[in-house]
């Protein structure tokens, strides 16, 4: 079973920035779009940026400007460089394949709260 670690988070003042790495067992990213997803409490997973093999990104608007996806297939490493953070940007954040529809088996995540 793909089991996916997460790494990274933690609690930052708005303005901040955090850099979150993931890696995972008996999965190889190398084939696959890979995307890093949060959810807040009492709201739904959401996609919040994505790198296909060839190196084309694309992010919620919500992140835009401030976040970068960056992948390491060699390593097998998904990092997100979370930038100029804010109270919104609060949540639990996972890494997994994109489309959610083709998503393995969900990790552990790493919190992120941003507050002064």
């Known amino acids: 079973q793909v089991q996916f670690v997460e790494s990274g988070g933690g609690l930052v003042q708005p303005g901040g920035s955090l850099r979150l790495s993931c890696t995972a067992s008996r999965m190889i990213f190398r084939p696959f779009v890979m995307g890093w997803y949060r959810q807040a409490p009492e709201k739904e997973r959401e996609l919040v940026a994505s790198m296909t093999t060839g190196g084309v990104t694309n992010y919620a608007d919500s992140v835009k400007g401030r976040f970068t996806i960056s992948r390491d297939d060699i390593k097998n490493t998904v990092s997100l460089q979370m930038d100029s953070l804010k109270a919104e940007d609060t949540a639990v954040y996972y890494c997994?394949?994109?489309?959610?529809?083709?998503?393995?088996?969900w990790g552990q995540g790493t919190q992120v709260t941003v507050s002064s």
């Open positions: 997994n394949r994109v489309p959610i529809a083709v998503a393995r088996t």
